[in-house]
């Protein structure tokens, strides 16, 4: 079944900064690669997410890249504002869609 | 976006009674609905996938008799906790995906206390 890890546990950056967060998954035959945000005490909430027939994907200032031969996809936040601030978890599918397992999760801080 | 709608946002019940949670899409059939349990800072946990009119799959170490799972409709899972005690205390979140869709969408969750 799909494995998914998530680094780095915390990242602290300073208002402007670019934030990266990096995932590996372990199913070859995974096809979907979603990017969730959670805020304290709310439901996770779909920000991106990418499809294995693309590399990168772009919304404003989050984008989603994705190397299908090395088995990773990475959150890309640029000019990051306080707002940002959340826990940010990336997830993947097993088992033909049946299970949507996510990673441990990367809290990220903004200081003004 | 489609939308989930999670029922109770919280509850707090005694030890040893038991805790029913709702999950309705509201505006598309979802034909598989996962349920999810977090204790504070960590990630979500996949307790069991449900597919509608048919029996949950719960994962590794999940109570199957505890947490008891009913998929009747397209529309509806249910979660119930039986015989809850104070470590069942967490914040419990569904999900739902239709049968062609990828893109799962979650409800707002249920805080659980057990005193």
């Known amino acids: 079944g799909e494995n998914v890890e998530q680094h780095p546990s915390t990242l602290s950056v300073q208002e402007g900064d670019s934030a990266v967060i990096k995932c590996t998954y372990s199913?070859?035959?995974?096809?979907?690669f979603p990017w969730y945000k959670q805020e304290l005490g709310k439901r996770p909430q779909l920000i991106i997410d990418i499809r294995s027939n693309v590399g990168e994907k772009k919304d404003q200032r989050i984008a989603v890249t994705l190397n299908k031969t090395a088995k990773h996809f990475s959150l890309h936040i640029t000019e990051t504002q306080p707002e940002d601030s959340a826990v940010y978890f990336c997830?993947?599918?097993?088992?033909?869609?049946?299970?949507?397992?996510f990673g441990a999760g990367t809290r990220l801080a903004v200081h003004p | 976006g489609a939308v989930v709608s999670q029922h109770p946002s919280w509850v707090i019940c005694k030890s040893g009674t038991s805790v029913k949670i709702e999950c309705r899409s509201l505006d598309f059939q979802a034909t598989t609905m996962f349920w999810y349990r977090q204790f504070p800072k960590q990630s979500l946990m996949l307790m069991a996938t449900s597919n509608e009119g048919s029996k949950a799959t719960y994962e590794q170490g999940v109570e199957k008799d505890k947490f008891l799972i009913n998929h009747a409709s397209l529309t509806l899972s249910t979660l119930t906790v039986t015989s809850a005690h104070p470590e069942d205390s967490s914040f419990y979140i569904c999900s739902a995906r239709t049968q062609r869709g990828t893109e799962a969408f979650f409800g707002q969750g249920t805080r659980l206390t057990v005193v």
């Open positions: 997830a993947g599918f097993s088992g033909g869609y049946n299970k949507l397992i």
């Open positions: 199913d070859s035959a995974s096809n979907y």
